[in-house]
């Protein structure tokens, strides 16, 4: 079974405002952390936010707010007033385990594209 | 601030050659990870090492080897090179006492096989 699943190949968002981009997870460990990252068409991965299974409050990191659900196994990223600058793939990863060295295991991917 | 440092950039190699990739680690930083990602795909995981020792494996071939020395930088030793190798490689780095070990990525190398 797929451990995490990103269900939209693509979004697209009007300059300004919000979109949610969605991340479903899959795992029988009780400590795990959630993470999200940008890769730009120029190829870096970039470290967004993260979410720990046993925080109790949603992660905010400026205009990203990730919406944890942990019956529903789910974490989606909430980007704010989108910018043009936001365009990009998005991927949701997990982190099983809480050892230095664990793996970060990807979805598939959100490509996201904001409009003018 | 300091990020992860990939060398080189890009590597051109044809089939059956070898190749070194090397990667140097956020300063402080005691734990790295190396990561595949092929055209229109996920990053997959291959190794990392903490303090030096093999910390976890994913599905790297046998002819690839890797390592972490004393100052923590680490290198992807990949032989007999097969056009399926062409991919993005990315080391990533994170450091143990932070709760998250959120995986901070370098640039990446990205390597072509011909």
């Known amino acids: 079974a797929q451990k995490i699943t990103q269900t939209q190949p693509g979004m697209f968002v009007q300059e300004k405002e919000a979109v949610t981009l969605d991340c479903t997870y899959d795992t029988s460990d009780p400590s795990y952390g959630l993470f999200w990252y940008k890769q730009p068409s120029s190829g870096e991965m970039i470290f967004l936010i993260y979410?720990?299974?046993?925080?109790?409050q949603n992660a905010t990191e400026g205009r990203y707010s990730l919406n944890f659900q942990k019956a529903r196994k789910s974490a989606n990223l909430v980007i704010s007033a989108s910018q043009l600058g936001d365009s990009a793939m998005y991927f949701c990863a997990m982190r099983e385990g809480e050892t230095s060295g664990s793996r970060l295991t990807f979805g598939e991917g959100t490509q996201l594209t904001v409009n003018p | 601030a300091a990020g992860v440092i990939q060398s080189p950039r890009h590597l051109i190699k044809e089939k059956r050659e070898t190749a070194t990739l090397k990667c140097y680690p956020i300063p402080r930083h005691d734990t790295v990870y190396w990561y595949q990602q092929g055209p229109g795909q996920d990053p997959q995981f291959l190794i990392s090492?903490?303090?030096?020792?093999?910390?976890d494996k994913g599905s790297i071939p046998d002819r690839f080897s890797a390592q972490q020395f004393s100052d923590y930088h680490s290198e992807l030793n990949m032989s007999s090179l097969e056009l399926g190798d062409s991919a993005l490689y990315f080391c990533?780095?994170?450091?143990?006492?932070?709760?998250?070990?959120?995986?901070?990525f370098g640039p990446g190398t990205r390597l072509t096989v011909t």
């Open positions: 090492f903490y303090e030096k020792m093999q910390s």
């Open positions: 990533a780095s994170s450091f143990f006492r932070t709760v998250s070990y959120e995986q901070y």
């Open positions: 979410q720990g299974s046993y925080d109790q």
